[in-house]
């Protein structure tokens, strides 16, 4: 077997490979920018778009590719090895600004629980958590339907106000100070208090607030799990880069080889004929 067929068979694996994580990133880019955190973030469209993009353009990788080494044009061939090599270092400065974007989560965090004026995404999170809500549930603005056996008797939980047609959740309050705030927010908000059984993000807080105050008292508040979500949450893209780049680096590499190889057979084939 020549060096041709060797780097043919592995510019084959390269487009399959990429296609692959065409598919694969197309489906996690289409999950996460339907999952909580992207919704309330204002991310959805962002990680819609850029999914939307990457499939399209590995797809017309893909294409040259095939036509390339399928119809042996070694000009599709060069413009594949171009396309991917970059793209390849596309990828690792998108690496470095995702590096950038976590810390920018966690310093706006650490700014807000600082005293500082939060930023973005923390912003918006403060703003559905109003100085003034602890002093509106299960008070005189706002009547609970809550099960004070949740509550211990010390702290003024003895002083709520509890009916039967009373609101389990600030959002059912009347008048409620968090309104103004966009739906997204709060439903982001309740599912990291049914998630983590935080409420607040800096301090914990009396009793949960956009999800059903009968679970009783937050254990904690929310920023140190909401924190190693982000993480996570990061670590997942990290993962998907560097895959990505690896791949194209691959096809890049395979087929530049193809060519120069198919160069030399073609010398070392007119040699012989003389």
């Not at 629980?113 to 100085?131: M, V």
């Not at 059912?172 to 990291?192: E, R």
């Not at 009396?206 to 904690?220: A, E």
Request: charged share 20%.
């Amino acid at each position: 077997m020549n060096c041709k067929s060797v780097l043919k068979f592995l510019i084959y694996s390269s487009i399959g490979l990429i296609l692959a994580i065409a598919i694969v990133l197309e489906i996690i880019f289409i999950t996460l920018a339907n999952g909580k955190f992207a919704k309330a973030s204002d991310n959805r469209t962002w990680l819609i778009g850029v999914g939307t993009t990457f499939f399209a353009l590995f797809l017309v990788i893909v294409i040259l590719g095939l036509c390339g080494i399928c119809r042996r044009h070694t000009v599709y061939l060069i413009i594949y090895a171009a396309i991917t090599a970059i793209i390849f270092i596309g990828l690792w400065i998108a690496f470095s600004y995702l590096k950038k974007g976590k810390q920018n989560i966690r310093d706006d965090f650490n700014d807000y629980c600082a005293g500082e004026s939060p930023h973005n995404f923390i912003d918006k999170l403060a703003r559905a958590y109003p100085e003034n809500i602890e002093t509106y549930f299960c008070s005189n603005a706002c009547v609970c339907k809550a099960d004070k056996g949740n509550f211990p008797t010390a702290g003024g939980y003895d002083d709520m106000r509890v009916d039967d047609v009373g609101a389990s959740t600030v959002v059912n309050c009347p008048d409620n100070p968090v309104k103004n705030v966009k739906t997204t927010i709060l439903s982001f908000i309740g599912w990291m208090e049914d998630k983590w059984s935080c409420s607040g993000l800096c301090r914990v807080h009396k009793y949960y607030y956009y999800s059903d105050v009968n679970k009783g008292q937050p254990v904690k508040a929310c920023k140190g799990d909401m924190l190693d979500y982000v993480d996570k949450w990061y670590i997942g893209a990290y993962v998907l880069v560097i895959i990505s780049a690896i791949f194209t680096f691959f096809g890049s590499i395979s087929s530049l080889l193809y060519i120069c190889c198919g160069g030399k057979e073609e010398e070392k084939y007119a040699k012989v004929q003389r």
